[in-house]
């Protein structure tokens, strides 16, 4: 969990969130697991990570995304949305950037490739990272008996809203066109 989360933050593709719900779920059955310990472990390493991927995206930037994005799975349209949404929601999409499975692998290199200052990102990452976990580790540990039926439907509800979400930016963007074209007229 400590590994996977880390490296998630960073920016590597893993799914963070798959291992969480397993050891919040494990957490729930008589293994020894105690559950405040996955939330404190997950929060700080899932921090951690993100100011990891802070400081590398500060860096290195686009050339380092440019020239290793692939290789990790990671498109330049990926990259790009990754960019459009820190950009123009700010602080508030790095809190938000945590709950979307794409979005939360590119949160602290895009917000350290973009200039971000790093107190107004740390707060609202720390803030997005306590949110996420709590919720991660809360949803693990009371369906725990239905691990599998879990991580199946977390994975759907996950495209459904990254579907939703692409779905609602685009009606928006369209709907302002049009509004800039009566405007113009």
């Known amino acids: ?72 799975y990671i498109g330049p349209g990926t990259i790009q949305r990754g960019r459009d949404f820190i950009r123009r929601h700010g602080a508030l999409g790095v809190f938000c950037a945590r709950f979307i499975a794409g979005l939360r692998v590119l949160n602290g290199l895009v917000a350290g490739s973009l200039l971000m200052s790093w107190p107004r990102f740390f707060l609202f990452d720390i803030l997005g990272a306590a949110c996420w976990v709590g919720l991660i580790c809360s949803i693990g540990y009371f369906f725990g008996n239905r691990l599998t039926w879990l991580i199946h439907l977390m994975g759907r509800t996950g495209l459904v809203l990254l579907a939703a979400a692409v779905i609602v930016i685009a009606l928006w963007v369209l709907a302002n066109r049009h509004e800039r074209r009566k405007v113009r007229r």
């Open 1 to 72: 969990m400590f590994f996977g989360l880390l490296a998630e933050g960073a920016g590597i593709p893993l799914p963070g969130e798959t291992v969480l719900l397993i050891a919040s779920a494990l957490a729930a059955r008589p293994t020894g697991l105690n559950i405040g310990w996955i939330a404190l472990v997950a929060f700080c390493t899932t921090s951690a990570g993100d100011n990891i991927g802070f400081y590398v995206g500060r860096s290195g930037g686009q050339p380092l995304l440019d020239r290793y994005g692939r290789k990790l």
